[in-house]
């Protein structure tokens, strides 16, 4: 049984920091391309950032600077490390896996940046 299970979100300032993680099971973590997507109200879900099984990182524009996207294959976990969050940043989380026609989500964690 494939699972993707997110963490870290919450409530942050603006300027703020918070780092996810993606703890993956049920997978063979390393061959997989590995991503970050966020979906804020009344929007299409989005890409963020995603890693590959090399190691290769794309970024969002919006990312760009500020997100840093990473991967412990021995721990078959991903990471975001989100620094200088600004209000439009506040989403849910959304893990995701994807190799040839095998793709999985997580459940989501909800970042939200307010004062």
């Known amino acids: 049984q494939v699972q993707l299970v997110e963490s870290g979100g919450g409530l942050v300032q603006p300027g703020g920091s918070l780092k996810l993680s993606c703890a993956a099971s049920?997978?063979?973590?390393?061959?997989?391309?590995m991503g970050w997507y966020r979906q804020a109200p009344g929007k299409q879900r989005e890409l963020v950032a995603e890693?590959?099984?090399?190691?290769?990182?794309n970024y969002a524009d919006s990312a760009k600077g500020r997100f840093t996207i990473s991967r412990d294959n021995a721990k078959n976990t991903m990471y975001l490390q989100m620094n200088s969050l600004k209000p439009e940043d506040t989403a849910v989380y959304y893990c995701?896996?994807?190799?040839?026609?095998?793709?999985?989500w997580g459940q989501g964690t909800q970042v939200t940046v307010s004062s």
């Open positions: 995701n896996a994807r190799y040839v026609y095998n793709e999985y």
């Open positions: 049920g997978i063979i973590f390393r061959v997989y391309t």
């Open positions: 890693i590959t099984s090399g190691g290769s990182t």
